[in-house]
């Protein structure tokens, strides 16, 4: 009873003495104040767009504003913007017809013409432009566009000679096929060597006889072909009277004009997926599929009508080369659309910071933005200038994509591999540091961050695995190495050819001016990817003494090999980032462009263990980077709004919480 009592004259002090001095006073409610207010601009950032963008930025702006007005692209106000991005709430099969119209939409207005019957680099680059705004706009129109275009269209056009482009190229542009590319199985992926399918030639009826021999031969993932595909490119073992003469692309139908599925094809859907649920994955099997001898794309490889075999490349090793030629192009496109995708999570995750408070550091002071905490520039300074320098990479890569020649093929491949890997897995680092920046905010598909992780995961293992990638960019490094060391050739393409110079002198005591220094910064650069390529080269060496293959030798080492991928991609980049800084005259852009290729220099040196592991930094050295990032994140920190600004991503394709997140999330919102 006691306590009782005690609890009752506690409560009645506080419900009788409402008026003590002692009571807290209430705060002012927030007010969203644009950033643009007090974040001066210090350089230009329509030149900077110029630098990042590279080409055909008006026609991006066009195909900006031809989404942002049709409501086809689903326009939603919010906080007195408007904003378009696919509604994910639908259903699989509704996302997937919307899909489909809106890409008829965007064929009536020409926004598909010459993509594959234009030639030269002028049409490629537009190409490549309009891509790269649709994927910021939605991942599913990208990648089904890019199935028909690159892909099957790519086949068509690389693979195939003068009849198929004159029968097929005209109509796939102008959609009156509907193509998909029939490579993955369910049971080999990156092995495409492996694969299962067979395509026996029968030379009584001048037909190849196409099988799906087993269920591992199912050709799985095949974007499109859940519904909207009616052929498709299918990759198979080619068969002549028992012999098997490897992998051969062929034309198949698999669907009529109508929709209706051929016959002796069976067509199953993929399901549900954490992304792209847009675009119709399906798996196909091929029951004794009969097409004409003139259905294989014989650029590479023909068969006459009486089933002699033909072709000129005697090298098995460099026929199947020759038949992955379509794969390129993808992995180019992938490997840009990595860069946007960044470009679009760090531009809301910014912007969010410039304007979302959080805790008072002095009493009763005001609260500090986000991104004032040095802690928070550290998350998100240096991965903007990753995207940076990333992006000037990226700008390299297409160029040399769409000026390229037989004896550049091998750079294409390598360097494309490359970038794939790295872009793409940095893209998904970025997207969750992203989305932990924003905090529960970041966690809304309408504010796009978390969503785009499910988005573009898929990115590490299409179109290659990124591990098997980077073993292939460490294995093409190896036969440059050998060919140089056995056969005393020079150094030549990769950017390789710095090895033939002296090892540079690196200085002992690492001072601010010197580590931001782009020469020592290169000199770092090589130094590493110099050393683990020895390193590399004998540790294989070393297996093959042991009496392991060559292949086995290779497999054995693949810690070395990612290590040395990782030090050819990072540094390929950079020195597309100095090329592009050096091309500027004094000013404050260059200045700028100092300041972040200084980051993504030191930021790489910072993350990578190897510069550890093999004593390219002393632990004092690697302590005066690590300070030396510290300082870069805070002298990056004013120039935040003008480099995302700089990305000239409108605002439509951001998301509410880049602007007024508070009038977005308000009680009237929710009434409109």
């Known amino acids: 009873?006691?306590?009782?009592?005690?609890?009752?004259?506690?409560?009645?002090?506080?419900?009788?003495?409402?008026?003590?001095?002692?009571?807290?006073?209430?705060?002012?409610?927030?007010?969203?104040?644009?950033?643009?207010?007090?974040?001066?601009?210090?350089?230009?950032?329509?030149?900077?767009?110029?630098?990042?963008?590279?080409?055909?930025?008006?026609?991006?702006?066009?195909?900006?504003?031809?989404?942002?007005?049709?409501?086809?692209?689903?326009?939603?106000?919010?906080?007195?913007?408007?904003?378009?991005?696919?509604?994910?709430?639908?259903?699989?099969?509704?996302?997937?017809?919307?899909?489909?119209?809106?890409?008829?939409?965007?064929?009536?207005?020409?926004?598909?013409?010459?993509?594959?019957?234009?030639?030269?680099?002028?049409?490629?680059?537009?190409?490549?432009?309009?891509?790269?705004?649709?994927?910021?706009?939605?991942?599913?129109?990208?990648?089904?566009?890019?199935?028909?275009?690159?892909?099957?269209?790519?086949?068509?056009?690389?693979?195939?000679?003068?009849?198929?482009?004159?029968?097929?190229?005209?109509?796939?542009?102008?959609?009156?096929?509907?193509?998909?590319?029939?490579?993955?199985?369910?049971?080999?992926?990156?092995?495409?060597?492996?694969?299962?399918?067979?395509?026996?030639?029968?030379?009584?009826?001048?037909?190849?006889?196409?099988?799906?021999?087993?269920?591992?031969?199912?050709?799985?993932?095949?974007?499109?072909?859940?519904?909207?595909?009616?052929?498709?490119?299918?990759?198979?073992?080619?068969?002549?009277?028992?012999?098997?003469?490897?992998?051969?692309?062929?034309?198949?139908?698999?669907?009529d004009s109508d929709g209706n599925i051929c016959p002796n094809v069976r067509i199953a859907d993929c399901g549900h997926k954490i992304g792209l649920n847009g675009v119709d994955n399906g798996r196909i099997w091929f029951d004794n599929v009969r097409i004409p001898r003139e259905n294989l794309l014989n650029s590479v490889a023909d068969v006459s009508p009486d089933g002699q075999y033909l072709c000129t490349i005697k090298n098995p090793d460099q026929r199947f080369a020759a038949f992955l030629a379509p794969l390129t192009s993808g992995r180019v496109t992938i490997a840009v659309s990595a860069v946007y995708t960044s470009k679009i999570s760090l531009a809301i995750a910014i912007r969010y910071a410039l304007t979302r408070r959080a805790f008072s550091i002095t009493p009763n002071g005001p609260e500090v933005l986000l991104l004032d905490y040095p802690i928070h520039q550290h998350r998100l300074m240096p991965l903007l200038a990753k995207v940076y320098a990333m992006s000037f990479a990226a700008n390299d890569l297409k160029l040399i994509y769409v000026k390229r020649t037989p004896e550049s093929n091998k750079t294409i491949h390598v360097v494309s591999s490359a970038y794939k890997a790295i872009f793409t897995w940095n893209n998904m680092r970025i997207l969750q540091e992203c989305r932990e920046a924003c905090g529960g905010q970041g966690y809304k598909t309408e504010n796009h961050v978390g969503h785009l992780k499910g988005e573009y995961d898929v990115q590490s293992t299409f179109e290659g695995d990124n591990h098997v990638l980077m073993q292939q960019v460490s294995k093409a490094l190896l036969a440059e190495y050998i060919a140089n060391r056995k056969k005393n050739k020079p150094f030549a393409g990769l950017g390789l050819d710095y090895m033939n110079k002296p090892q540079p002198v690196i200085p002992s005591l690492l001072k601010s001016f010197t580590i931001r220094s782009s020469?020592?910064?290169?000199?770092?650069?090589?130094?590493?990817?110099?050393?683990?390529?020895?390193?590399?080269?004998?540790?294989?060496?070393?297996?093959?003494?042991?009496?392991?293959?060559?292949?086995?030798?290779?497999?054995?080492?693949?810690?070395?090999?990612?290590?040395?991928?990782?030090?050819?991609?990072?540094?390929?980049?950079?020195?597309?980032?100095?090329?592009a800084e050096s091309a500027l005259p004094a000013g404050s852009l260059k200045n700028i462009l100092g300041l972040l290729r200084s980051m993504y220099a030191l930021i790489c040196m910072d993350e990578d263990a190897s510069f550890l592991r093999y004593g390219y930094l002393t632990r004092d050295e690697a302590d005066a980077v690590r300070k030396e990032v510290k300082k870069l994140s805070s002298e990056l920190r004013p120039h935040a709004l003008a480099l995302v600004s700089s990305f000239g991503i409108p605002d439509a394709f951001l998301s509410p919480i880049a602007y007024d997140w508070i009038d977005s999330n308000s009680w009237a919102s929710v009434q409109h």
Not at 529 to 541: G, I, T
């Open 1 to 255: 009873m006691e306590r009782a009592s005690w609890r009752t004259f506690v409560l009645s002090k506080h419900l009788l003495h409402s008026s003590s001095p002692a009571v807290l006073q209430p705060n002012s409610c927030l007010n969203y104040s644009p950033p643009e207010l007090s974040e001066p601009f210090a350089f230009d950032v329509k030149e900077m767009r110029n630098l990042m963008d590279a080409h055909h930025l008006e026609d991006r702006d066009w195909l900006f504003g031809l989404m942002t007005h049709s409501n086809l692209f689903n326009p939603r106000r919010l906080g007195g913007r408007v904003f378009v991005s696919p509604d994910f709430n639908q259903s699989m099969e509704q996302q997937r017809e919307l899909t489909m119209r809106r890409i008829e939409y965007l064929l009536d207005r020409g926004v598909f013409q010459g993509w594959l019957t234009g030639t030269g680099p002028e049409f490629e680059l537009r190409r490549f432009a309009y891509q790269e705004v649709l994927g910021m706009y939605d991942h599913s129109i990208a990648i089904k566009l890019g199935v028909h275009f690159f892909l099957w269209g790519g086949a068509v056009r690389f693979l195939g000679t003068k009849r198929h482009h004159d029968k097929w190229l005209r109509d796939t542009e102008n959609y009156v096929i509907k193509g998909c590319f029939a490579m993955t199985e369910l049971g080999h992926g990156s092995n495409v060597r492996g694969i299962e399918t067979v395509a026996n030639y029968d030379s009584s009826t001048g037909e190849f006889v196409i099988n799906t021999p087993c269920e591992s031969a199912q050709k799985y993932w095949i974007g499109g072909a859940g519904k909207h595909a009616t052929h498709t490119v299918v990759f198979s073992q080619l068969y002549i009277n028992g012999n098997n003469e490897g992998v051969h692309a062929f034309i198949a139908q698999i669907r």
């Open 519 to 579: 020469q020592s910064q290169i000199d770092m650069f090589h130094l590493r990817e110099r050393d683990l390529l020895s390193r590399f080269a004998a540790e294989v060496s070393e297996y093959q003494a042991l009496g392991e293959s060559a292949e086995s030798a290779f497999i054995q080492s693949f810690q070395l090999a990612e290590d040395l991928g990782r030090a050819f991609s990072e540094r390929a980049v950079l020195q597309t980032f100095m090329d």
